[in-house]
C-alpha cells in the first residue's frame, strides 16, 4: 500500500482501535496469570503465535525464509523479545495493569538514547532532549510514588522497566541494516520463533507451570497468540509502513492511559494521583520524542 503523508480517517480510527487492543492486552495478561505462571504463559504464547504468523506469511504470499546471513541477528532479536516478555508478564503478575503499562510505555526514552549512540540521522535534537527529560522523571514519579493502596512491589516496577528495556532493544535491532532488509513481519516472525524456546526453557525457574488453569485462561492464550500478536502487532506494523512514524508512534501514549481506565473498571484498581501525573509525563516525553523538529 502507498505510503501517506498524513493520518486519514481510517488510519486514525485503526491507531486507536490498535491502542485499544494493545491496553486491553494487558488485561487479558493479568487474568491468565491467575492460571499460568507469567514465563510458561509468554513461552505458549510465543510458540503458537509462530503458527499465526506464518499463515499469515503464507497468505500474503511470502512464506517465511531463514536466511543463514540474517540468523545471528534474528536469534538477537528473539532473545530481546523474550526478555520483554518474560518482564512484562513478571510485571503485570507483581503490580498493577496502570502502573507496569507506564513503565512499560517509557520505551521511547530508552529507544531514543540507544539510537543516538547507534542509528544514523537519530540524534538527541532539543526537542527529543526535553521529551527525554519528561519521561524520565514520569518513570521516576511512578516508581517513587507508588501509594500505600495500589498494591504492587518494586519487583514488579523492576521488571516493568526491564520490559521497556527489552522493546526498546527489539525496536533498535529491528532498525539495524541487516533486520531491517527483513522487513517488519519477518522481524516479528523471527521474534516468536526464537523467544519460545528461550521463555519455555526458564519457565520452570520461576515457579510452578501451571496454578488455576480454567477454560477462560485458555481462552486468552489464544486471544494473545492470535488477536494481539498476529494481529495487533502486524497491524500496528501496518500502520507505521503506511503512515508517518512519528503520528503513529506518538498515539502510543494512549496505551497507557486506557491501561489504567480498564485497570480500574475491572480489577477495581483506584489509581494514585502520582500514577496519572507519572501517565501524563510519559505522554508528553513521547509525543516531543516522536515529534519531527
Known sequence: MQRKPALDGVGLAALLAVQALLAFNQIVVKLVNAGLQPVFFAGL???????????????????????????PTGLLIGAAFAGEFLSLFMALDLT???????????????????????????????????GLLLAFAGTAVAI????????????????????????????????RPMMAKEGPEMQLFWMVLVSGPILLALAPAFGPLVRDFQPLHLAGLLFQASVVVAGGFIAWLWLLSVYPAAVVASFSFLTPLLAIGLDWLIFGTQPAPGLIVAAALVGAGITLINRKA
Open 96 to 130: 498493577s495493569v496502570g502502573r507496569a503499562s507506564v513503565l512499560f510505555y517509557s520505551m521511547p526514552l530508552w529507544f531514543a538514547v540507544m539510537a543516538h549512540f547507534g542509528l544514523p540521522g537519530e540524534r538527541i535534537t532539543r526537542m527529543k532532549a526535553v
Open 144 to 175: 517513587l510514588g507508588r501509594g500505600a493502596g495500589e498494591g504492587g512491589s518494586l519487583a514488579g516496577d523492576v521488571f516493568g522497566l526491564l520490559a521497556a528495556l527489552g522493546w526498546a532493544s527489539t525496536a533498535y535491532l529491528a532498525r
Open 45 to 71: 504464547r510465543s510458540v503458537l503465535a509462530v503458527f499465526f504468523v506464518w499463515a499469515w506469511l503464507v497468505w500474503r504470499g511470502r512464506p517465511p525464509r531463514l536466511s543463514r546471513a540474517v540468523w
